[in-house]
């Protein structure tokens, strides 16, 4: 199983940014799609971006769109999440994802439509004056 390791987090001020690293153990060409989701205490998992590996498709949830960004690292084995103006009630926990399933040789696959079964142990953002 890839291992995912989450790095970038800390603490900024509201408005200041961020960008996180996911580093794999293995390369990401073949799988299907990257994403990354963050958690709140108490609140359940939530899906911010994601990216196909078969169209460059992106996603973007309506909270982050216009602030975040997600792309591929410049090493084969990671991706980043861009994150600017960073608001105090941004959920705290952000985790890397992979859809292990090789990618399709042609068409196109959705990065929403991917079933995410490769996790990180999450890095820690924290918004506060």
């Known amino acids: 199983q890839v291992q995912l390791v989450e790095s970038g987090g800390g603490l900024v001020q509201p408005g200041g940014s961020l960008t996180l690293s996911c580093t794999a153990s293995t390369l990401l060409y073949d799988y299907r799609a990257i994403a990354w989701f963050r958690q709140a205490a108490g609140k359940e998992r939530e899906a911010i971006s994601c990216i196909s590996n078969t169209d460059d498709g992106t996603y973007y ?40 399933r090789r990618r399709p040789s042609i068409g196109t696959f ?8 490769a996790w990180g142990q999450g890095t820690q953002v924290t918004v506060a004056s």
């Open 61 to 100: 949830t309506g909270s982050v769109a216009g602030r975040f960004t997600i792309s591929r690292g410049q090493a084969a084995n990671t991706i980043e999440l861009q994150m600017d103006s960073l608001k105090d009630e941004d959920p705290d926990v952000y985790h890397c994802a992979i859809d292990t």
């Open 110 to 117: 959705p990065c929403r439509d991917a079933k995410y079964d």
